[in-house]
């Protein structure tokens, strides 16, 4: 009993872990990186300061890296003119790391817009600018809506779930780039969706590139889009590691939670209701006995005869102990020597004379 128990028991950790592996192995197969998980880190991509939301990235939530070229990154300039939305908003999500040799955590935030650099005129080129409507962007001072060989500020409204301003000031870019001496390079500006600060009652985007990270996001930076994700449960690696920020959506937590629970109750009780019906004499699960595996780990037992075979075994047993029993009782004749056999006689006859007195 104790050996079967065991037996069922690494039958069960065996199940569990080739099916972990098999879905590793399907998200590696899709997403091309390893890992393809990251967990989020920050509330930079939540759609409220209180609530979050399924579809939108929220602090907690595990999203699935699905490798990417920069050819193949949407951002939101595009995004709007070609209808392409991900995580609540128009454009692709990339995750990116901050330079070449950079240790710290990778950033995950919306691709607003790429820049070109014009190494013949000394400013940057917006291209996907042209494919906008006219009053969701210009040029300061201006107001002109020209996409070339931009120096100055461009201006995108109505961006993001509280559509916000983006004030995109090139001549900061270009002024990093000259105090280090280097030379200036394109790349994606990119931005939190709810990194966002008020001024003078007018609600602009802080885009990454005059916060987190000055320079434009290279291609080579970029270590993949956000495609799918696996709500709340990353709090747990979160809790565990002592990475959780104090602003964790209520919600999320609770949702947690009660996710967790119907996965180790809803088992118990269904184990629990075969138990009952099975007393009753009903199989509820007698379809999945097909597809069980124990056969594969039982012992070959002897196979049983058949009636026939039983039969045929039964009258060989018969007609071996009738042979026995017809040896026994038949007795050969017994072999007498000849000259034994003249003495005897003739003794016999000496017997039978008469003697004289």
């Excluded at 959780?244 to 999320?252: G, L, Y």
């Excluded at 050969?332 to 006859?349: A, L, T």
């Amino acid at each position: 009993m104790v050996n079967m128990a065991i037996r069922k028991l690494f039958i069960n950790i065996g199940i569990a872990a080739a099916t972990i592996l098999i879905i590793f192995s399907l998200l590696f197969a899709y997403s091309s990186i390893w890992p393809p998980l990251v967990v989020v880190e920050s509330s930079s991509m939540q759609h409220s300061d209180t609530r979050s939301f399924l579809g939108v990235i929220d602090t907690g939530d595990i999203v699935i890296v699905k490798k990417a070229h920069g050819n193949d990154i949407i951002t939101y300039v595009e995004g709007v003119a070609r209808e392409h939305m991900t995580y609540g908003d128009y454009g692709d999500v990339i995750i990116y790391n901050k330079g070449t040799n950079s240790h710290s955590a990778p950033i995950i935030h919306r691709a607003i817009c790429r820049i070109i650099y014009n190494a013949t005129g000394g400013g940057f080129d917006i291209p996907s600018l042209a494919s906008l409507p006219m009053w969701k962007w210009k040029v300061l001072p201006e107001g002109e809506h020209v996409w070339w060989n931009l120096k100055t500020v461009v201006e995108i409204y109505g961006v993001g779930y509280l559509n916000v301003t983006v004030h995109l000031d090139l001549r900061n870019i270009l002024q990093y780039f000259e105090s280090r001496g280097m030379t200036p390079h394109g790349g994606f500006i990119t931005m939190g969706d709810h990194n966002i600060i008020s001024n003078n009652g007018i609600l602009y985007g802080y885009y990454d590139q005059i916060s987190i990270f000055r320079e434009p996001v290279k291609d080579d930076w970029v270590v993949g889009i956000a495609r799918g994700e696996i709500p709340w449960f990353g709090l747990l690696k979160l809790w565990v590691s002592g990475g959780a920020p104090p602003d964790i959506p209520e919600n999320s937590k609770t949702n947690l939670f009660l996710t967790i629970a119907v996965i180790i109750v809803v088992p118990i009780g269904i184990d629990a209701l075969n138990f009952v019906l099975r007393r009753r004499g009903i199989e509820i699960f007698s379809w999945t006995k097909k597809f069980s595996i124990r056969p594969l780990f039982k012992k070959a037992e002897p196979e049983k005869p058949s009636n026939t075979q039983k039969i045929a075994n039964i009258n060989d047993k018969t007609a071996v102990t009738e042979t026995d029993k017809n040896k026994r009782g038949t007795k050969e004749p017994m072999k007498i020597d000849e000259n034994q056999h003249q003495r005897v006689k003739k003794k016999k006859q000496e017997k039978s004379r008469p003697r004289g007195k």
